[in-house]
DNA sequence: TCTGGGGTCCTAGGACCC
DNA sequence: TCTGGGGTCCTAGGACCC
């Protein structure tokens, strides 16, 4: 029988922020989205105040101030860096690891000799914290799906203390009983509203449920959700990180924008990015998206488009996507909207080095390939953004930019922003 | 006034071919 | 009125995940 274990850390994000200022622990911390537009993590004490995921910051303003919440912007560098700490600190623990997101993680425990599948666990559990300062919680079932289930009481639970072994199949009755369908991993809002309309209210319905009526509904998925609550494994460990077959990058504007200058310096600055995404992976771009949206909240004004560039010969180098780009959101672009966001998505992307060449290419392509990596590497060294093209802006003042008021330092990956402890 | 970002997979349907 | 059959490839849209 498999053995999957999923690792989880709690409130991942509030967790970090949390590690360098720890007198927030026992306080209610929320961390906003980028643009510090809706909470995205909240810490126990938070969520008890009802402070749902995903709610606007400004709707949730007087709870904020009535409660005196701790709030922080986004810090990327900082949980992304806490990130591999704790991955590295797992991998020690089994054979075969899956990164599944960036506070999620599989470990794979088949054919391990343990006398103690939950003391394993508590080991792993102690080690995470202790080297990292994150708390985590393990799920443990013959299933990802089952593995998942069990993440989700442990961390619910008080009895559980954090691990729950549900390799056992007598434990997984009750535990799919008191598994709302919502929350299995795959059921999202609509399909969990179907569900339940037909009276599948608990995973454990899901799981006993005649099979065909809603197969035809949720396809093959449906099926292997089925047939991993029954304990059959229907996905394998993925442990190699395979290429993106999509790159995008996209932001919401601080204030939003009306003129086309400044819509093109931003779109020229998320191609700048993606660009270098692309780079990283070794991948070049077939084709390009451009999109712009006003207020999507602003039903009757609302206004999306995209214009889609296809290239001859597949593309990594900044300036010349960044001269599609401007072609791109020409055709887009109307006067007299208030944009708010914007957006560029590469597809069609092509493996290492093994781009087609345009028949009537004939330039050298070598010259502008090493311009770009030169480019990447001081900007890695000498952080981002330290050489950039003109299109991005040269201005100060950018409307566009992303809002982050509430940031903390960058306390594990910039020399300058270190913790300083005493005075 | 103020509402995130980046991905994946699956399926249906159209275009096209013989 | 009635109008093949079967296969592949591609895309758009819808669902999901974190």
Redesign the pocket.
């Known amino acids: 029988m498999p053995v999957f274990a999923l690792v989880d850390c709690n409130n991942f994000y509030v967790s970090c922020e949390r590690v360098f200022k720890p007198e927030l622990e026992h306080r209610p911390v929320i961390v906003l ?3 510090d ?2 909470a ?1 993590a909240r810490s126990n004490e938070a969520k008890a105040l009802g402070i749902t995921m ?1 709610a ?1 910051f ?1 709707k949730i303003r007087h709870l904020i101030d009535l409660h005196d919440v701790q709030v922080f912007s986004s810090n990327y560098a900082l949980y992304g860096d806490m990130s591999s700490r704790v991955m590295q600190t797992l991998s020690v623990f089994a054979p075969a690891m899956e990164i ?2 960036i ?2 993680a599989f470990l794979n425990l088949d054919r391990l000799a343990f006398t103690s599948l939950s003391a394993y666990g508590r080991q792993i559990r102690h080690t995470v914290r202790q080297h990292t300062g994150i708390p985590v919680c393990i799920g443990m079932a013959p299933s990802k799906t089952l593995a ?1 289930v069990a993440a989700r009481i442990a961390k619910k639970s008080e009895k559980a203390g954090g691990v729950l072994d549900l390799t056992d199949p007598r434990f997984q009755d009750r535990a799919l009983e008191i598994t709302p369908v919502a929350d299995v ?8 509203r179907y569900l339940q309309m037909r009276g599948i209210r608990t995973a454990r319905n899901l799981r006993d449920a005649d099979i065909d009526w809603f197969r035809k509904k949720m ?3 449906g099926v292997r959700i089925q047939k991993e609550l029954q304990g059959e494994s229907c996905y394998d460990m993925e442990t190699d990180d395979p290429a ?9 504007f601080k204030t939003p924008v009306t003129d086309f200058d400044s819509l093109s310096e931003a779109v020229s600055t998320y191609i700048s990015r993606g660009a270098e ?1 692309l780079r990283a992976q070794g991948s070049h771009a077939e084709a390009m998206t451009v999109y712009v949206t006003t ?1 999507r ?1 602003k039903p009757d004004a609302f206004y999306y488009n995209a214009a889609t560039q296809s290239f001859p010969a597949a593309l990594n180098h900044t300036p010349s996507l960044i001269t599609h780009g401007r072609t791109a959101l020409k055709q887009i672009f109307q006067k007299g909207r208030a944009y ?2 914007a ?1 560029v998505i590469f597809s069609h992307l092509t493996r290492n080095g093994m781009y087609q060449q345009d028949l009537f290419d004939t330039s050298d392509r070598s010259r502008p390939d090493r311009v770009m990596e030169t480019v990447d590497l001081i900007n890695h060294k000498m952080g981002a953004n330290t050489v950039t093209c003109p299109a991005t802006g040269i201005r100060k003042d950018r409307s566009w930019e ?1 809002a982050f008021n509430y940031r903390s330092p960058a306390y594990t990956t910039d020399w300058n922003q270190l913790l300083t402890v005493g005075s």
Do not use: L, M
């Not at 991993?185 to 969990?192: H, L, N, P």
């Not at 993106?244 to 919401?252: A, G, Q, W």
């Open positions: 989205s980028n643009n537009g809706c995205v995903g606007p400004f599944y997101s506070d999620e998942k991993w795959g059921v999202g809002r609509q399909y969990a396809g093959i998925n993106k077959k999509s790159i995008s990058v996209s932001r919401s995404k207020n909240f708010t966001k957006g992303t």
